[in-house]
C-alpha cells in the first residue's frame, strides 16, 4: 500500500520560543482586561473535508473528535457507496487513527487504523438503502454516530 498522507512539522524552535513567550508573560496579561484575554486566544482551526473518498462524493454528516479533528461521512448518490474519513485538526507527528465504516446486517465493518501524520481512511462501504454507523479515533478519543443516514442524506442526522 502507497501511503499518501500529507505530512506537516512543527520545528522544536516555534515550540520553544512559544514557551519562553508565555513564560515571560503572565505580568502583562494579568494586566489586561477580562474582556481582552477571552478573545486574545485564538481557536484551533476545525478539520475540513480533503476529498480523498473521490469524485462525486458528499460530506452528508461528521462529527469532532473533541479538540483533535472530524470524522467525515461523505456518499455518492451515483454509486450508493458511503466513505469515511478521519482527519487531524492540526498534522504532525504520527498518531494511532482510524476510520471506520459498517452496517448490522449482515455485519459488515471497514477499518483503516494506524499511526498517520493527517488523515486515516478512506473506508468505502456499499450501503444503499441501509444505516450506516461510522466512527473515527484519533489518539484515543473517539467520535462517530450509529445506525445513520438511512438511505437519504436527511435521515436520522
Not at 508565555?22 to 494586566?31: I, Q, R
Request: hydrophobic share 40%; glycine share 10%; net charge positive.
Amino acid at each position: 500500500m502507497i501511503d499518501i498522507r500529507r505530512t506537516a512539522a512543527i520545528g522544536a524552535a516555534v515550540t520553544a520560543t512559544a514557551c519562553a513567550a508565555v513564560a515571560l508573560a503572565p505580568a502583562a496579561v494579568a494586566a489586561e482586561p477580562a474582556a481582552q484575554r477571552a478573545t486574545a486566544a485564538p481557536k484551533a482551526a476545525a478539520a475540513q473535508y480533503n476529498g480523498v473518498c473521490g469524485s462525486g462524493y458528499t460530506v452528508v454528516n461528521s462529527a469532532q473528535i473533541g479538540t483533535k479533528g472530524t470524522v467525515f461521512l461523505t456518499y455518492n448518490s451515483a454509486t450508493g457507496k458511503n466513505c469515511v474519513v478521519t482527519v487531524r485538526n492540526k498534522p504532525g507527528k504520527a498518531v494511532h487513527m482510524t476510520a471506520s465504516l459498517g452496517f448490522a446486517s449482515p455485519t459488515t465493518t471497514v477499518t483503516d487504523t494506524g499511526y498517520f501524520t493527517t488523515y486515516a481512511g478512506p473506508v468505502h462501504l456499499d450501503a444503499r438503502g441501509l444505516c450506516v454507523t461510522w466512527r473515527g479515533e484519533i489518539s484515543g478519543e473517539v467520535a462517530g454516530k450509529n445506525g445513520t443516514n438511512c438511505g437519504s442524506r436527511a435521515a436520522n442526522r
